[in-house]
C-alpha cells in the first residue's frame, strides 16, 4: 500500500503530499476502533481512519487532527470527495495545543512509535513515525483529558512497543478492555497490537490473537471480514 491514490468502496484517498501514506495499520485500526458520536483522530495524515470512522458510525462527527500542514490539506481534499463531508471536520494543530470546546467518547489513533531508532532525513516522515513528536505520556495525557467519561481510546502499535503503551495507560487512569495481537502470518511472531483503552475497566478484557494472511498470501478469513466494507476488491 503506496504510491498514488488508493480507491475503497465509498471514498478514495490522495496521498502524494503526505508524508505517511496509506498503510494496513491505518486500515485495521480503521475498521476495528470502536465508534461513537463524537471522534477524535489523532494524527490523521491522509484523513483514511477519520473517514473509516465516519462510513462506519454514520451519526458520527469525527474530527481529525495533524501537526502538519500539507498532510491536513489532503485530508480536506479528501474527505471534501467523500459521501461524509458534512461529518468530518480536519485541524491542523499539534495535540497539545488541541483545546476543543467538547469531549469525545471515541478517540482513536495510529501513533508515531519509533523510540530508539535513526530518524528519516526527511523531517516530515520523521515526525509521522518518530515518538519524539509525539511520546506515549504525552499522547496519553491528552487522551486523558479529551475522553469522555465513559469513552474509548483505540490504537495500533508495533508489538514491540505495546508493554510501555499499556504501562502509559494504566498511569494515566485507562486501563485495556480490548487487546488484539496480529500476526503477518502462521509462522510469523505477532507484529502489531490493536487496543481499547477505558477509564479505569476492572472487568476481564476481550483478547485475540489472529493473522492477516493465509499461506497462500491472500487475506485470512478474520482480516477479509474485518475490511470487507472497505476493500474493493
Known amino acids: ?66 501537526i502538519d500542514a500539507e498532510a491536513c490539506t489532503q485530508a480536506q481534499e479528501n474527505v471534501a470527495a467523500s459521501p461524509f463531508g458534512n461529518r468530518i471536520d480536519i485541524v491542523t494543530t499539534a495535540l497539545q495545543d488541541f483545546a476543543p470546546d467538547t469531549k469525545f467518547d471515541c478517540i482513536v489513533s495510529n501513533p508515531p512509535f519509533f523510540q530508539n531508532s535513526l530518524k528519516n532525513p526527511d523531517s516530515r516522515k520523521a515526525t509521522a513515525r518518530h515518538s519524539d513528536s509525539l511520546p506515549f505520556a504525552l499522547l496519553f495525557e491528552r487522551v486523558a483529558t479529551l475522553l469522555d467519561e465513559d469513552g474509548r481510546f483505540s490504537a495500533v502499535i508495533p508489538s514491540e512497543c505495546a508493554s510501555d503503551f499499556l504501562a502509559e495507560g494504566y498511569l494515566h487512569g485507562l486501563s485495556v478492555t480490548r487487546r488484539c495481537d496480529v500476526r503477518t502470518t502462521e509462522r510469523k511472531a505477532p507484529r502489531r497490537c490493536l487496543l481499547t483503552f477505558a477509564r479505569n475497566s476492572g472487568a476481564a478484557h476481550e483478547q485475540l490473537e489472529t493473522v492477516l494472511q493465509q499461506q497462500d498470501g491472500s487475506r485470512s478469513k478474520w482480516y477479509e471480514s474485518l475490511t470487507r466494507e472497505f476493500y474493493v476488491k
Open 1 to 66: 500500500m503506496s504510491g498514488g491514490n488508493f480507491t475503497f468502496k465509498q471514498f478514495t484517498i490522495s496521498q502524494e503530499r503526505c508524508a505517511m501514506k496509506v498503510g494496513t495499520d491505518g486500515v485495521l485500526i480503521g475498521a476495528w476502533a470502536e465508534g461513537g458520536k463524537k471522534v477524535l483522530d489523532i494524527g490523521t495524515g491522509t484523513g483514511l481512519i477519520a473517514l473509516m470512522m465516519a462510513q462506519r458510525y454514520p451519526e458520527a462527527h469525527v474530527t481529525g487532527i495533524d
